[in-house]
C-alpha cells in the first residue's frame, strides 16, 4: 500500500489541523501531512499527493502559487462545512484542477459529530486517481 504524504492549510479554519490529527489516528500509517499557516508557506519542492483546505479562496491562492513554480498543484481535498454543504459550490474557476470536497460537521455546531472516514476516503481518492 502506498505511503501518502500531504498538507493541510491552516489559513480560514485554526481548527481544520486538530481535526486532522484526531480522524488520522487510524490511518497513520499510510499517511503523514505538515500544517502551513498560508498557500504560500507550501514548499512545492516537496512532492506532496494532497492538499486539505477549507475555503474556495484558498483553493484559488493554492492554484496561484502553483502556476508561479509552474507546477500543477496535488489532488484538493476541500473541507466543505455543515453550513456550506446546501450551497451550490462551483469548481468551474479550476477546471484542470483535481478537487475532491468532502462533507464534515462544524465544530462551532452544538452537537457536533464527525466523520470519522475522512482520511480513510481521502485514501480512496487518492488509490483510485
Do not use: C
Not at 487510524?26 to 507550501?42: C, K, M, S
Not at 462551532?108 to 472516514?117: G, N, P, V
Amino acid at each position: 500500500m502506498e505511503h501518502y504524504k500531504g498538507v493541510i492549510v491552516n489559513k480560514d479554519n485554526e481548527d481544520i489541523f486538530a481535526i486532522a490529527e484526531l480522524l488520522a489516528v487510524r490511518v497513520r500509517n499510510r499517511l503523514t501531512y505538515d500544517a502551513v499557516p498560508t498557500p504560500a508557506n507550501i514548499d512545492t519542492r516537496i512532492p506532496y499527493h494532497f492538499i486539505i483546505l477549507a475555503s474556495l479562496r484558498t483553493i484559488k491562492e493554492v492554484v496561484q502559487h502553483y502556476q508561479r513554480a509552474n507546477q500543477k498543484p496535488p489532488l484538493i481535498i476541500h473541507i466543505v462545512y455543515g453550513e456550506q454543504q446546501n450551497q451550490l459550490i462551483s469548481y468551474k474557476d479550476f477546471p484542470d484542477i483535481d478537487i475532491a470536497p468532502i462533507v464534515q460537521a462544524s465544530l462551532d455546531q452544538q452537537d457536533t459529530t464527525l466523520q470519522l472516514d475522512l482520511f480513510e476516503r481521502v485514501l480512496k481518492i487518492l488509490d483510485d486517481l
